[in-house]
C-alpha cells in the first residue's frame, strides 16, 4: 500500500544508513542462537552446551531408536494438528459472524476475545487443571480420554485452541471486513441457500486469512510450555519434556528433536507463501499476516 | 451448517448463530474456569483421600496470608522488575527496527526482513535460548576468544546473573513488540510525513510531533502484549538467568504442581492478576500525565481563533 514518494528519497541518509544497521543487528542477534542449535545437533560429545567434534547424525537416530522421546516429539505434532484444527474451526465460523452478522451480541464477544488474548497463559493453565480435576463430568473425559484419544491430548486440543481460535477469529474478521459484501449478497440474490453463498463465496474469499490463521496456531501450539506443563498428563510434548531435562546436562538429543521440529514449521510456512503467493497477496502482507494477522 | 432454513432466503437463525461454537468454547473452557479460579483461591487443599483438588467447605483468606510471606514478596518484585524492565528494553530495541522496515525499507526488504524476524520463532524457544549458554559459557570458544585478544582478562562470567535474564527475556519477547509498532507505522499515510516536513519541520520534529503520536496505539499494544505474557512467564528467564530469573509463574507451578495446592496456587494467580492490573494502572497514569503536559507546553494560540 506504501506509495514510493521520490522526496523522501536521498543519496546520502545518515539515519537511515544507522537504522538500516541497527536492524540488521537486530536481526543477526535473533538468529545467531539458531545457527549454533543446528551446528550442535551434530555434536559427537554428550553435552549439548559443549562442542567436541563432528559426530554426524547419531542425535537424529535417537529420535528413531528412543521410543519415549520420539514419543513427545509425536504428542506435540498431534496436539498441534487437533488444536489447529479445533481454532480454524470456531476461527472462521466466528470470524465471519462478526464481520457479517454484527448485533448486540457481537460487543460481548469480542470483550470475551480480549480478554482471551490478554490473560497470562499461566491463569488459563491453572483454571484448566482445576476445571479437568475438580468437575465430575469433566474430569472423567479429559482424565481416561474418549473414543480413543488419551486425556491429556483433549486437555492440550483444549488449552492450546483457545488463544490461536481467539486469534484465527481476529484474522479472519480483518480480512473480511477489507472486502466488498456484495458478492456474497449477489450470491444470495441470485438463489444461493446460505450454505452454498458460505461454501462457495465466504469460504474462499477467507481462505488466506484461514491459511495464515492455521500456520500462527501451529506455531503456537509446538512451542507451547507453560499450558502444557500443567495440562498435558499423560500426553507429554517436547516443550515439557525440554522443561524436565533442566536439571540434567542436556543432550544433543534435544536440539536435534528442535531441529526437526523447526523444519517441519519452515516447510508448512513455505508452503502457507505460496497458497498465499496464488491468492494475489503481496510479500509484504504475507510476511504481516504470518506474524500478527 | 447450523441455518438449514432450506430454501427461504430470510434467515431464520440469530445473527450470532456462527459464532455459537466458540460462544460455548469459551464459556465452558475459559469464562467459567477462570471465575472459579477465584472460588479457589479461598478454599483449602482436601485432606488425605478427600475427593478433587480443592475443598470448598470452609472459605478463608487463609491462602491469601499463607501466600503472601517474605519469599513471596521478594518474586513479586523481582516479577515487576523483570517484566517492566524488560518490556521497556524491549520497546527502545525494537522501535527503531519496526520504524526501518515500516518506513525506510522498500517492499522487497520489507518482506525479507519480517521474515527473518519471524523464523527464529519457528524453532523450539528452550534450545533456542539455551543455545546462548554456548556462546556465553565461561570456557567456551568466546570467552577464551577475549582473553586471547586482552578483552578480558577473565572468564565470561553472563551466565545465572540479571544479565542474562534480560537477554533471554529481550531475545524471546522482542517480535511481540516489534509487529504491533510495525503494523502501527505501516498505516501512517506518508503524506502526513510530506506535510510536515513541507511545513518546515526538521526529521526530528516530524518524528516525535507527527510519527511517535500516531504510532502511540501500536507501541501500547506492542508493550501491553509484551508485559502481560511475560508476567506470567515462568521459564524463559530462568533458562540463562537460573535463581536470579524467579517469578511468580515459578511459584503458582510449585504450588500447583510440586506441592499439589491448587487453593494456594490460585491465591498466588490471583495476585498475580492483581500485580498485572496495578503495572498497566501505573502505565495508564503515567503515559496520561506525559500527555496533558505536552499538550500543555505545545500549545498553538492562532490570532484571532478564541481557544
Not at chain 1, 506504501?2 to 545518515?14: E, F, L, N, W
Not at chain 2, 518506513?103 to 520489507?110: E, N, T, W
Request: proline share 5%; with cysteine.
Amino acid at each position: 500500500m506504501t506509495v514510493a514518494i521520490p522526496s523522501v528519497k536521498r543519496t546520502r541518509d545518515g539515519a537511515k544508513f544507522a537504522l538500516g544497521l541497527w536492524t540488521w543487528l537486530v536481526v543477526l542477534f535473533l538468529m545467531i542462537p539458531i545457527f549454533f542449535v543446528v551446528l550442535h545437533s551434530f555434536n559427537g560429545g554428550n553435552s549439548f552446551n559443549i562442542w567436541k567434534e563432528w559426530g554426524g547424525g547419531r542425535w537424529y537416530k535417537r529420535i528413531i531408536d528412543d521410543k519415549p522421546f520420539r514419543d513427545t516429539l509425536i504428542n506435540s505434532f498431534k496436539a498441534a494438528f487437533g488444536s489447529t484444527v479445533i481454532s480454524l474451526i470456531i476461527g472462521a465460523l466466528a470470524g465471519v459472524a462478526v464481520s457479517r452478522r454484527r448485533g448486540k451480541w457481537t460487543g460481548p464477544f469480542l470483550g470475551i476475545l480480549f480478554l482471551i488474548l490478554v490473560t497470562p497463559e499461566i491463569i488459563d493453565a491453572v483454571a484448566l487443571l482445576g476445571w479437568f480435576n475438580q468437575v465430575p463430568g469433566v474430569k472423567n473425559i479429559f482424565q481416561n480420554g474418549l473414543l480413543g484419544i488419551r486425556g491429556g491430548m483433549l486437555s492440550l486440543w483444549v488449552g492450546h485452541s483457545l488463544f490461536s481460535s481467539a486469534v484465527v477469529t481476529l484474522i479472519v474478521r480483518a480480512r473480511l471486513e477489507g472486502l466488498d459484501e456484495s458478492l456474497e449478497e449477489a450470491a444470495a440474490d441470485l438463489g444461493a441457500p446460505p450454505g452454498r453463498a458460505f461454501r462457495q463465496i465466504t469460504l474462499p474469499l477467507m481462505s488466506p486469512a484461514l491459511v495464515a490463521g492455521g500456520m500462527l496456531s501451529l506455531s503456537f501450539s509446538l512451542d507451547n510450555t507453560i499450558m502444557s506443563s500443567f495440562i498435558a498428563g499423560d500426553s507429554s510434548t517436547y516443550p515439557v519434556y525440554l522443561l524436565g531435562t533442566v536439571k540434567s546436562t542436556p543432550r544433543p538429543s534435544i536440539a536435534a528433536g528442535a531441529v526437526v521440529l523447526f523444519l517441519t514449521t519452515l516447510i508448512a510456512a513455505a508452503i502457507t507463501i505460496s497458497t498465499l503467493k496464488r491468492s494475489g497477496q503481496s510479500s509484504s502482507e504475507i510476511a504481516s499476516n504470518l506474524a500478527a494477522g | 451448517m447450523a441455518q438449514a432454513s432450506g430454501r427461504s432466503r430470510r434467515l431464520r437463525a440469530p445473527k450470532f448463530t456462527m459464532a455459537i461454537p466458540g460462544i460455548v468454547w469459551y464459556v465452558l473452557f475459559y469464562a467459567v474456569p477462570v471465575a472459579f479460579i477465584v472460588l479457589y483461591s479461598f478454599g483449602s487443599k482436601p485432606e488425605v483421600g478427600g475427593k478433587g483438588l480443592v475443598s470448598l467447605s470452609d472459605l478463608s483468606f487463609k491462602n491469601y496470608s499463607a501466600v503472601w510471606d517474605s519469599t513471596f514478596r521478594q518474586v513479586f518484585w523481582n516479577t515487576m522488575l523483570i517484566a517492566g524492565f524488560g518490556t521497556l528494553i524491549c520497546a527502545l530495541i525494537g522501535l527503531p527496527v519496526a520504524y526501518f522496515v515500516a518506513v525506510k525499507a522498500g517492499p522487497k526488504l520489507r518482506a525479507a526482513l519480517l521474515l527473518l524476524i519471524i523464523v527464529p520463532f519457528w524453532m523450539s524457544f528452550f534450545v533456542r535460548t539455551s543455545a546462548w549458554r554456548i556462546i556465553f559459557a565461561p570456557n567456551g570458544w568466546l570467552s577464551d576468544f577475549l582473553i586471547d585478544i586482552g578483552l578480558r582478562s577473565t572468564k565470561i562470567g553472563v551466565l545465572d546473573s540479571k544479565p542474562a535474564v534480560f537477554l533471554a527475556v529481550v531475545y524471546n519477547y522482542l517480535p511481540l513488540m516489534i509487529f504491533p509498532i510495525f503494523v502501527s507505522l505501516d498505516r501512517i499515510e506518508p503524506a502526513l510525513r510530506e506535510a510536515s516536513k513541507d511545513l518546515g519541520a526538521g526529521r526530528l520534529k516530524t518524528f516525535f510531533s507527527v510519527t511517535l503520536p500516531l504510532a502511540g496505539p501500536g507501541i501500547s499494544a506492542g508493550m501491553l502484549l509484551t508485559f502481560i505474557p511475560l508476567a506470567g512467564d515462568f521459564v524463559t528467564a530462568t533458562v540463562l538467568g537460573g535463581a536470579k530469573g524467579n517469578m511468580i509463574g515459578r511459584v503458582i507451578s510449585s504450588f500447583v504442581i510440586e506441592s499439589q495446592n491448587l487453593p494456594k496456587g490460585s491465591a498466588a494467580a490471583m495476585l498475580l492478576i492483581l500485580l498485572i492490573l496495578l503495572m498497566i494502572a501505573a502505565a495508564v497514569v503515567v503515559s496520561a500525565a506525559v500527555r496533558w503536559w505536552l499538550k500543555a507546553n505545545r500549545r498553538v494560540d492562532l490570532p484571532g481563533v478564541p481557544s
